[in-house]
């Protein structure tokens, strides 16, 4: 595992956090936010209070650190990852610095020009995203829709334990935190008619994902191994790839998915570096039959995060629908970017990939609705009396994800969505 200062567990912070904050003095992901008043800005969090940093540098607080004023002063994290992980490792090492009972630099007696409480910033998205693909790599989501769907004893397509599977899905709609959502609408054909219909969505679907931010450029024709793919990722978000199931069953065959997931994707507002989950690292499943030589790789390249989804009522109960844990992809980050690259794909800072739905063997790691109301003949109740086999209009759903070591929890907040109704023509 890699030392990095900043993650040393015994630091303690002169912010108050409490214990069960995903932001920790050891976490200090990045976003963009509006605190109070101000314009958007590159900030980062600790406890329940966002870090200016465009504040901090104006304050000389990166005093010593070469990064240019603008870097901070800006709508999206592009240009500070674009730096490299040398620079942007200085950078969270100074926060956590600044951050600590024995600041050396004082940055208590500037806390009010520094700090605001959460609820009052703005979170707007973090990364201006060029390019998404989302891939299908949960060996256990992949066998429940191929038993739903085709036959249980070969769930399994035949390329599947050979290659990631993804596709190329739409950067437009991904969406922070917070932005509803309406119901899409589309072509359906139903089970009793031989043509299809148009209307809205009457199967719309979370998905539970993790999305990984690429932080540097490769070039067209270059290729990045599973041993250096890790250095061209910055950092993980939550992500609901929000999915309309009735509108893919029509439109799939023969290009795959298309409306059915353009309309949008949902993601958390801090993209949690990867330095800062180095202690989360694990084994992942083994993988059987072997792989080509491209896809092998050494070390820990899984990591034991534990993940959530609730349903909201619109009357405010919640019911946890989903626990699952992103340790349980059959196919890593490493390997996702291995072979996106091996054709020589070329990558931009902030192009994001997306794990695919994440689910366990057990019903209750299930990450989405489709599986755990298996096509819809296992409603699950809700706190008000009411019943769930998809979302309904009105309901909010919510990620959460964080990872536990010890005394220390490193997590990314919350993705959430609220659902309304299909938008009339206008």
């Known amino acids: 595992m890699k030392q990095i200062e900043a993650n040393n567990p015994e630091l303690k912070s002169w912010v108050h956090v409490a214990p069960d904050s995903d932001f920790p003095i050891q976490n200090i992901p990045f976003g963009v936010g509006m605190p109070p008043g101000k ?27 070469s990064v240019d004023r603008e870097v901070f002063a800006n709508r999206h994290i592009n240009d500070f990852m674009a730096l490299g992980k040398e620079k942007c490792r200085e950078v969270r090492q100074r926060i956590s610095e600044l951050l600590r009972v024995e600041d050396p630099f004082q940055a208590e007696i500037h806390s009010g020009r520094l700090l605001f409480p959460v609820s009052q910033c703005q979170m707007l998205m973090p990364v201006k995203v060029g390019d998404y693909t989302d891939f299908y790599s949960s ?21 599947w334990k050979h290659i990631p599977v993804g596709y190329h899905g739409r950067a437009s709609s991904i969406v922070v935190s917070g932005t509803p959502i309406h119901r899409p609408v589309g072509q359906t054909k139903p089970a009793d008619s031989d043509n299809p219909v148009f209307g809205p969505c009457k199967l719309l679907d979370f998905e539970l994902e993790m999305g990984f931010v690429v932080g540097k450029d490769t070039r067209l024709g270059q290729r990045i191994s599973t041993a250096e793919a890790e250095d061209y990722i910055f950092g993980l978000v939550l992500f609901n790839d929000w999915s309309a199931r009735d509108i893919q069953k029509w439109e799939y065959v023969p290009l795959g998915p298309f ?30 039959p072997e ?17 959530e989804v609730a349903i909201q009522t619109e009357n405010g109960d919640e019911k946890i629908v989903c626990n699952s844990n992103f340790k349980y992809l059959y196919w890593n980050m490493a390997q996702q ?14 192009d994001m990939c997306a794990s695919g ?70």
């Open 39 to 65: 314009t958007a800005r590159v900030c980062s969090i600790i406890g329940d209070k966002v870090i200016d940093l465009l504040e901090a540098w104006d304050l000389g607080l990166f005093e010593g650190i």
């Open 139 to 159: 060996e256990e989501h992949a066998t429940n829709v191929g038993t739903m769907f085709r036959d249980p004893d070969n769930a399994l397509l035949p390329n």
């Open 259 to 288: 409306l059915a997931k353009s309309f949008a994707s949902t993601i958390s507002p801090w993209v949690v570096t990867l330095d800062a989950l180095e202690p989360f690292r694990t084994d992942g499943p083994d993988q059987n």
């Open 291 to 307: 792989v080509f030589p491209y896809l092998q790789y050494k070390g820990k390249k899984n990591f034991d995060l534990d993940l």
């Open 337 to 350: 970017l291995a072979h996106h690259t091996v054709n020589g794909c070329n990558f931009k800072v902030g």
């Open 357 to 426: 739905t994440i689910s366990g063997k057990e019903p209750e790691s299930f990450g989405s609705m489709l599986e755990i109301s298996w096509k819809g003949t296992r409603p699950v109740q809700m706190p008000d009396g009411t019943s769930r086999k998809f979302i309904n209009d009105g309901d909010k759903v919510v990620l959460r994800g964080h990872g536990q070591k010890g005394s220390v929890r490193i997590g990314f907040g919350e993705a959430a969505g609220k659902i309304h109704p299909a938008k009339e023509w206008e």
